[in-house]
């Protein structure tokens, strides 16, 4: 009986060690929740020509729009936890879906497994030159003196534009009134339009308005500023300590997908997000690498979830 013991426990040790020894054997599948030429999809094709370099395996990006980027995250959730689909997932899906959807298909606390965070990047306040506003404070003046008047836009509800402004409306004791828009390009247009006062941006999306002195840039929504925008205070320095609104994306795979092939993507995806090349061609969009170990993003996302829904059920967000 010992016997036959020892040698399951060998043929297990032998199992294992084969499997780690052969992931990946085929090409493995990095899905986004957006369409191609998106933020999100730029970053999974700039990692993932990085990652099938260095693993001898292509890594195809598979694009499945829609929700907000809950479809594509669904769907990983319900994949083969075997390491060969993983999802590249924002903040709206992981942090914000849910609370504001009443009948999220998966729990992102509970059907994924953390492998690591991927970039950060802030939003900027960006509000119509035409109204002379250069600072947080004349913006928030603006908005104590017309209460209910002042509108901000973003690229849709639950987003972290969104997010951002409730964040600030919460903090800053004032009531400005969101304006959702079906992406960043047209709360952009919007903006221009002369439809709404002010919209939480990208630097990236923004920054060739501001150049041309149709736009300006107030603050930035993280902790530090973006180094793309140097001379832009952030929301926190300017009287509101603790404020932070960062968008990131973050790699994960199906819960019980196995501990040692989560190590082996984590190791893969750190030594990419250092990789110069790749430093060089994320800065070029703004985005600033952020790795982690797979223990650290599933921290993050806890704090995240509790943080934003805390706000969604403050301002009373509901998905449309």
Avoid: C
Avoid at 94 to 100: F, N, S
Avoid at 169 to 196: C, E, F, N, R
Avoid at 200 to 208: D, L
Avoid at 295 to 307: C, D, H, K
Wanted: no cysteine; hydrophobic share 45%; glycine share 12%.
């Amino acid at each position: 009986m010992l016997r036959f013991l020892v040698a399951a426990i060998a043929i297990a040790f032998a199992a294992v060690a084969h499997a780690q020894g052969t992931y990946p054997g085929r090409p493995i599948t990095m899905v986004v929740g957006f369409a191609p030429g998106g933020g999100t999809d730029t970053v999974a094709r700039i990692l993932g020509k990085s990652v099938g370099e260095s693993v001898g395996q292509q890594v195809v990006v598979e694009n499945r729009a829609g929700a907000g980027g809950n479809i594509a995250v669904d769907y990983v959730a319900k994949s083969a936890p075997d390491g060969y689909t993983v999802v590249l997932a924002n903040v709206g899906s992981l942090a914000v879906a849910p609370h504001i959807v009443a009948k999220l298909p998966y729990d992102p606390l509970k059907d994924l497994a953390p492998i690591t965070m991927a970039v950060v990047f802030s939003n900027v306040l960006v509000v119509d030159a035409k109204l002379g506003i250069r600072t947080l404070d004349e913006f928030v003046k603006l908005a104590k003196d017309k209460p209910g008047a002042v509108t901000y836009g973003s690229s849709g509800i639950g987003g972290a534009g969104h997010l951002a402004g409730e964040l600030l409306k919460s903090m800053a004791g004032i009531d400005i009134v969101h304006v959702p828009y079906k992406g960043g390009g047209p709360a952009m247009q919007g903006l221009l339009g002369g439809q709404v006062a002010a919209i939480f941006a990208t630097p990236v999306s923004s920054m060739g308005q501001r150049k041309a002195g149709r736009v300006t840039t107030v603050a930035t929504t993280g902790t530090a500023r973006d180094p793309m925008l140097p001379d832009v205070p952030t929301i926190a320095e300017s009287g509101y300590p603790g404020y932070e609104a960062l968008n990131w994306y973050a790699y994960l795979a199906p819960a019980k997908t196995p501990k040692e092939i989560v190590e082996r993507l984590n190791a893969e995806l750190v030594k990419a997000l250092g990789a110069s090349e790749v430093r060089d061609l994320l800065a070029k969009q703004g985005l600033e690498p952020k790795p982690s170990t797979s223990a650290a993003l599933a921290s993050y996302i806890e704090r995240e979830y509790a943080t934003w829904g805390r706000v969604v059920k403050e301002a009373g967000i509901k998905a449309q």
